[in-house]
């Protein structure tokens, strides 16, 4: 199975700041990776798709990059709505598994 | 509306066994693969099944296979997870999910409790 590393655990940070998530494959996914933000007690909402596509309706500060094994999400100017948990997730094939990574919690500072 | 509501959620003894529902609406739902994630309270998300469009191939991750069961009823709109043999550590929030791009629709979530 593809396991999905997310680095940092926790991330501090302030209201204007550029944040950067990084979630590794431990294999090749191609760019079948996705990125979602959940808050406390809500679903998941999917931010990015097929690495680096803006969901419809998400602001255009966040972004996706990456292939392969290497990916990162970066809000470009963080906001005091962003403050929640981010999961990547790789869905490689539908005949495989579809693992998220542990999540990154992005906190004020 | 696009909307995912599921359902059939609650206390169960370990040994125990549940139904969980989600009902679709405001698009075609035979022509999307259907999933079931579930989330552990304080923890990740941890996906759990997928079916395809006519429910002939369904994948399950390894600690519920053989336990669990994903089914569809497209005339009804309907996606469903029959769970068997639970046990403690499949508690957790289910959520169903819409595979459109990746995961783009998700129910509110049914919380599954396994407890003597």
Do not use: H
Request: glycine share 10%.
């Amino acid at each position: 199975d593809i396991q999905m590393t997310q680095s940092p655990s926790t991330l501090s940070a302030s209201v204007g700041d550029r944040v950067t998530v990084t979630c590794r494959a431990s294999q090749s996914i191609s760019s079948w990776l996705a990125w979602y933000q959940q808050k406390p007690g809500k679903a998941p909402k999917l931010l990015i798709y097929r690495a680096s596509s803006l969901e419809s309706g998400v602001p255009s500060r966040f972004s996706g990059s990456g292939s392969g094994t290497e990916f990162t999400l970066t809000i470009s100017s963080l906001q005091p709505d962003d403050f929640a948990t981010y999961y990547c997730q790789q869905y490689r094939s539908l005949s495989e598994t579809w693992t998220f990574g542990q999540g990154t919690k992005v906190e004020i500072k | 509306e696009v909307r995912l509501v599921e359902s059939g959620g609650g206390l169960v003894q370990p040994g125990g066994s549940l139904r969980l529902s989600c009902a679709a609406s405001g698009f075609t739902f035979s022509t999307f693969w259907m999933s079931w994630v579930r989330q552990a309270p304080g923890k990740g998300l941890e996906w759990v099944a997928n079916i395809q469009l006519d429910g002939s191939e369904k994948y399950y991750v390894d600690s519920v296979r053989g336990r669990f069961t994903i089914s569809r009823d497209n005339a009804k709109n309907s996606l469903f997870l029959q769970m068997d043999s639970l046990r403690a550590e499949d508690t957790a929030v289910y959520y169903c999910a819409r595979k459109g791009n990746a995961f783009d629709i998700w129910g509110q979530g049914t919380m599954v409790t396994v407890s003597s």
